[in-house]
């Protein structure tokens, strides 16, 4: 199955740039595959090993190999600490997991999208989403963009339950506790479909 470039740059405690880097200039082997959001680089397992074995002195920081993913209630503490800014921001709010399902939302989401924060919970966001082409293309340049830089800005063509389509302006950013991805943050503004060309 192999390791992404996440799993490994998080087991070597290093940027997912520096794993890019090594790829491309040849000191670590990876094969392209087509992952959930379009092409991916995987590492075997073989591979990782022999890279930590020639580079055992510049690997720093290995975590033990047991995989213990941060629980929940932190993005439970981070959505507390932003009530402030959720409750009187004229922006919409999502917060999700690191699996990309909601965590809470914010009342201005609420009234843009159409659905209660009951119905939205546990959800990933796409569930908002019409079925325009110009989402399905976003999806893996978004998914890609925030694995190597931590943010993704972008417009999605969005539906409420009654049907009407939406247009959402968004800013997506990374949520970490030291080297885990532990979920996301997104600023939603609803557009005019006038002002926006689509």
């Known amino acids: 199955m192999g390791v992404t470039l996440r799993e490994a740059a998080e087991r070597w405690g290093v940027s997912i740039n520096s794993v890019r880097r090594w790829v491309k200039?040849?000191?670590?082997?990876?094969?392209?595959?087509?992952?959930?959001?379009?092409?991916e680089y995987v590492?075997?397992?073989?591979?990782?090993?022999?890279?930590?074995?020639?580079?055992?002195?510049?690997?720093?920081?290995?975590?033990?190999?047991?995989?213990?993913?941060?629980?929940?209630?932190?993005?439970?503490?981070?959505?507390?600490?932003?009530?402030?800014?959720?409750?009187?921001?004229?922006?919409?709010f999502v917060l999700t997991d690191e699996n990309h399902e909601i965590v809470d939302v914010n009342q201005v989401f609420v009234k843009?999208?159409?659905?209660?924060?009951?119905?939205?919970?546990?959800?990933?966001?796409?569930?908002?989403?019409?079925?325009?082409?110009?989402?399905?293309?976003?999806?893996?340049?978004?998914?890609?963009?925030?694995?190597?830089?931590?943010?993704?800005?972008g417009r999605f063509i969005n539906r409420r339950p009654n049907g009407k389509i939406w247009y959402a302006h968004s800013i997506i950013t990374m949520i970490r506790i030291g080297k885990q991805t532990v979920g996301y943050w997104a600023i939603v503004s609803a557009e005019d479909p006038v002002h926006t060309g689509l």
């Open 43 to 92: 590492i075997e397992e073989a591979e990782i090993e022999r890279y930590e074995q020639k580079n055992a002195h510049r690997i720093t920081s290995v975590p033990p190999v047991e995989y213990r993913p941060i629980p929940r209630p932190h993005l439970k503490v981070v959505a507390e600490n932003l009530q402030y800014l959720m409750k009187y921001s004229p922006k919409g």
């Open 112 to 153: 843009m999208c159409g659905y209660t924060r009951g119905q939205l919970i546990g959800h990933k966001p796409k569930m908002l989403a019409s079925l325009d082409h110009l989402n399905e293309m976003q999806y893996p340049l978004m998914h890609q963009m925030l694995d190597q830089q931590g943010f993704w800005e």
């Open 25 to 39: 200039s040849g000191k670590l082997i990876a094969k392209i595959r087509e992952g959930n959001y379009g092409q």
